[in-house]
């Protein structure tokens, strides 16, 4: 296949942040790539990035709440800006316009109304056509995905594009599955492993679990502190990610009398020194379309513990006991703790799934990824194809 030729890029996201969360940090990794190839402008409203060949355009916000008037504002805002002058424009926002939108999330329509009949779907309609909240959402979420020839919808795992084939069946034709990728990092010795904790203040000595996401509850933090309870004194967990819950969590530590080992780290800069600190990484999410902290922690070589693929996209990729221990439930803090208390207690069980987790992680370099990325620009571009 002849090269692609270089292009002049539009990539909408709002945040533009290593700080943020995995959307974030996906659209960051990609526009790395790509703008080793590609001429790339990014357009965003808060921004904390540089990186060489990549143009950077402040959108404005006139009003940071309520958010879905700044959600509408931002779409009209980059339509102007991209409206001529770009090959392509690459949407990671709810926005109308875009030849190639990614989505990382489960769309508004589905959480609305999936699983609603009769009375109930009745009373969710009547909340929706008296809030002009929802009615904004959803009908940027309809222009965004409504079926025309030029239009590419890419999803991060298969599950996610099971879900947008159910709800948006008219843009199921043109939807892909594209993942997020990794960096694979040289492998972490114990070396790496102490200079890593002394860093971030954590005890030397011990097994570090580890804990990553913004939003606490839905990522499933509480199972965890619950399990953690049962673990053996030597166990402490770090937890990283948004402050703004901190307070509260860091009480419920203490009523479970385990405040003493649980270490709130906030959001860091580079959650990468997180990981070489750390032993197993734990994600009993409730809800991630794909879960791209599972896959790094996985390119670090840690065994991971994640919930199963009714709740994390991952985990439809991933096999129990050979490269990953997958929960079933993440709401069940006991078999947690039997998962936490099985893997801490079996050496050879957690080299193996280490090793598994490295291997499964290489076949998802960020090279790769923006490959599939430069195919479906391809498609959007050559419609008839």
Known sequence: MSPLPRLRIAVLNRVFDTRGGGAERYSIALVEQLAQRHEVHVFAQQMNHNFPGVSYHQVSMPLQKPRWINQLWYAWATWRATRSGFDIVHSHENTWHGQVQTVHVLPVKHNLFHGRTGLKLALRWVKVITSPRLLAYLWLERMRFRNLPERRVVVTSPSLQGIMAATYPGSAA????????????????????????????????GRCLLFVGNDYRKKGLDTLLQAMASLPDDVVLTVVGSAADIPAYASRAEAAGIGKRVFFLGALPDVMTAYRAADILVHPTLEDTFAMVVLEAMAHGLPVVVSSAAYCGISGLLSHGKNALILEDPRDARALGRMLHQLLGDTPLSQQLGQQARTFASQYQWQDIARQQEMAYLSALNPLR
């Not at 960096?183 to 890593?196: F, I, M, Q, S, W």
């Open 174 to 205: 043109a939807t892909s599955v594209i993942t997020p990728g990794v960096h694979l990092p040289d492998v972490v010795g114990e070396a790496d492993k102490r200079a890593a904790r002394e860093l971030l203040v954590l005890p030397a000595v």
